[in-house]
């Protein structure tokens, strides 16, 4: 592989230099995936009122013109986190996939189409439960319920005691979710009860094999992106050059343990988009 320029920063790792001096050689047959909230988004008290950096589109409209695709992998609806993003009819993303509810929801660029498949039961069935469930266990008042329409995500991290309701739920939830065929996904001070099958690896893998990459760089910040993680180490494993960027605006809530596994740690979603920025100018300029 060749070597790293001085401008980006050297990941820890040999299979993270690797990985960044494949991406650097052949850009054409890369994919960037990118987690949204916590990694092109801050993370805030009110999910509804996220929004991507402001310099999160600009950098990714120069980046992903160079690379084989640019991808954002969500837990969100897809439609949601496009408008949330901002991604929807910007140049240089006439290409730009954004995988919602961890792959169950596919929107491109290119026809500004959403795809899915019918929504689980079980979601049904655990929003109706759901009111009693959190009541029986407390209330905890300021947790909140956050439809996703293929999965249900209870917060905690307006509660009084952000950390303690969201132990002291995570065992009521969990049956809950078990209930309905459902498994609870954790997160940073958010629980999630969604359809098994569905997470960030299986949708990272999946979408890896059939665009035939080259190279991937994978971005994330919490528990919900070890899968995806696991993904790109797998497929390392199999002689796909990977690096794993972990965005660590905080530590905690799942953030600690994935920058002990990513090859790269930056600094939040401002890290995130100068990274972006730096791989984009370094591209351009070779």
């Not at 901002?86 to 660029?109: C, K, N, Q, S, T």
């Not at 905690?156 to 995570?170: I, V």
């Not at 459902?182 to 979408?207: C, F, H, S, T």
Request: proline residues 9%; charged residues 20%.
């Amino acid at each position: 592989m060749g070597s790293i320029p001085d401008s980006l920063p050297t990941p820890a790792t040999p299979a993270g230099r690797d990985g960044l001096a494949a991406l650097l050689e052949r850009p054409e047959r890369a994919v960037v995936a990118l987690d949204f909230d916590g990694t092109l988004a801050p993370i805030v008290p009110d999910p509804d009122r996220a929004r991507a950096h402001p310099d999160a589109v600009p950098a990714l409209s120069r980046l992903a013109p160079l690379l084989q695709s640019a991808v954002v992998i969500t837990g969100r609806p897809a439609g949601v986190a496009v408008r949330h993003g901002g991604f929807a009819g910007v140049p240089g993303l006439e290409h730009l996939v954004v995988l919602g509810h961890y792959g169950a929801e596919r929107w491109d660029a290119v026809t500004s189409q959403v795809h899915a498949p019918a929504p689980h039961p079980g979601v049904a069935a655990v929003q109706a439960e759901l009111p009693g469930v959190l009541d029986r266990n407390g209330g905890w008042p300021g947790t909140f319920v956050e439809d996703k329409g293929r999965a249900i995500a209870v917060h905690t991290r307006r509660a009084a005691d952000p950390q303690g309701a969201f132990e002291s739920l995570r065992e009521p939830l969990q049956a809950l979710a078990e209930r309905h065929g459902l498994v609870i996904e954790p997160g940073r001070l958010v629980l999630e009860l969604r359809p098994p099958g569905m997470d960030k690896g299986v949708a990272l893998e999946e979408y890896l094999r059939q665009s035939g990459a080259g190279a991937v760089l994978y971005a994330g910040d919490d528990l919900g992106d070890l899968a995806a993680f696991g993904a790109v180490e797998k497929l390392r494993s199999e002689g796909l050059p990977g690096i794993l960027v972990c965005s660590a605006a905080t530590s905690g809530e799942g953030a600690d343990e994935l920058s002990q596994r990513a090859d790269l740690v930056v600094d939040g979603p401002a890290g995130v988009v100068t990274l972006i920025t730096t791989l984009a100018n370094t591209i351009r300029n070779r």
